[in-house]
Structure formats: C-alpha cells, structure tokens
C-alpha cells in the first residue's frame, strides 16, 4: 500500500509474462481418467488439511513469485507421493534457471524443465532464499526432491476440470493476474483483469458468504490477506485463473 502500482509492479509482479502455451510451443497437458463433475465434488476443499502445504513464503522485493509457484508445488507433490512435507530451494531456479530471469521473471514450465535437467531440487535449509539473484550454488547432494515431468492441466480456461483434478491429485501452480491484489483487504475478488503476471497455488475451493471461491496461496508474507491466503471467485476465469494451471509429476 505504501508503493506506486508502477513500483509494486516492477518489485512484485513479472513484467513480461511469457509461457510455452503464449509462444505457440507444444506442451505436455495431464490427463485424468475420469473427471470428477462439481456437483459431486465437496462444498469445502483444502489440501491444507491434509498436511501436504507449506506454510507462506514472503518473496520480498524480488519478482520471484514464478519460482515460489514452482517449488510450492513440487512440495505438495513430493509430500502426496508420500515422501514427506519439505521445503524446497526456490533460491536455486532464482539463480540457476537460465531460461528464466531470476527477479526479473519466469515461468513454472520452464522452471519445471529446469529441476528436471538438474537433477532435482535442493533443500531450503542447504540453499535458502535471500531476495535477489546470485550466482548458482545448485549441489546435487543436496537434492531434496525431484520430479520426472509436468504438463498443463487447464485448457480452454476449463474450471471444473481444473477442480476435478485439484480435487484428485493436489494442489496445482496457478499463473494470474495480480496487478489489483495490492489493495487486496479480504472478501472474494469477482471482478479482475485478466492479463496474467504473477503465478501462484491453488489449495481449494470454499464458499464466502455465498460465493464459491477458489482458494489461493501467495508469496507475499503472512501479514498479508487471510495469512497469506485470499479468494478468487470461481468461474468466469477470473483474474486468469484458468488460464496457466500446472503440475509437476513425481
């Protein structure tokens, strides 16, 4: 609040948002063998209460929220294929992803191929965050985590796919439009652009006062939103919501 939005866009946000699906590259896309409808699913959903979720990072004034997208991910994942609950190095894709740009921006997808040429990634003990890039200190012994693919679970803005899949296999990487979020002070946002330029995960789904509204985990401290958590109305794709929705696969 006590910036510009031209500040907190260049501190907090990613500039030039780019993705395979923007460029026009080919891209994997998860599949599930049978979609759950939203009828069937539960009001109320959130993978927190299964104890695969870390708890809230603060990215600081770096525009790393890509990388903290990522490895939040990676974490979740890593925990429901029952290796356990660890906090991985998003410092590490901040230094080490060349396809990326560090604070200056990046992209889950890449970041995913990324772990997958290193080897995996190392822990937030042995290579912890500092708020801005460095050179790469990336130890294959300490490797925490890996991953063997990624895809695409969204198309076509699909919402109830992206739920029925949340619902079935964890909680996805989600890349939306945040450039209102700075004067975020709680309730469910309805109404929001849709220019994608800030990634981050989604654990639920709930219902505000009578709105059913995703639930949405930031990288922006705990003193922000709900501790670090706020709500987006579900459908009508807002704030991009289901445009960039991905996994990695463990």
């Not at 809230?56 to 939040?72: L, P």
């Not at 990634?121 to 063997?148: L, T």
């Not at 890349?175 to 800030?198: K, R």
Request: proline content about 5%.
């Amino acid at each position: 609040m006590d910036v510009s939005p031209e500040e907190f866009k260049l501190t907090h946000l990613i500039t030039n948002f780019t993705s395979p699906k923007i460029r026009g590259e080919k891209y994997p896309v998860l599949k599930q063998e049978k979609q759950i409808s939203p009828s069937s699913l539960p009001a109320s959903f959130d993978w927190r209460n299964a104890g695969v979720v870390t708890g809230v990072y603060n990215q600081g004034q770096c525009g790393s929220c890509w990388a903290f997208s990522t490895t939040e991910n990676i974490e979740s994942m890593w925990a429901r294929a029952g290796h356990g609950l660890d906090n991985l190095s998003m410092q590490e894709l901040v230094d080490c992803d060349t396809v990326d740009h560090g604070c200056g921006g990046g992209n889950p997808p890449y970041a995913y191929q990324y772990i997958i040429q290193a080897g995996g990634s190392d822990s937030y003990q042995s290579y912890p965050y500092a708020g801005y890039q460095e050179s790469c200190q990336f130890n294959p012994s300490n490797v925490e985590a890996r991953i063997s693919s990624w895809g695409y679970i969204s198309q076509n803005d699909n919402e109830g796919y992206m739920q029925s899949w949340t619902y079935s296999n964890g909680p996805p990487s989600i890349c939306v439009d945040a450039s209102t979020w700075q004067y975020y002070g709680g309730g469910v946002i309805q109404n929001c652009p849709t220019q994608l330029d800030h990634c981050v995960q989604l654990t639920g789904w709930t219902n505000v006062n009578g709105v059913n509204a995703w639930i949405v985990r930031n990288s922006w401290g705990t003193g922000w939103g709900y501790a670090g958590y706020l709500y987006v109305a579900m459908g009508g794709n807002v704030c991009g919501i289901g445009e960039e929705c991905t996994s990695s696969v463990i």
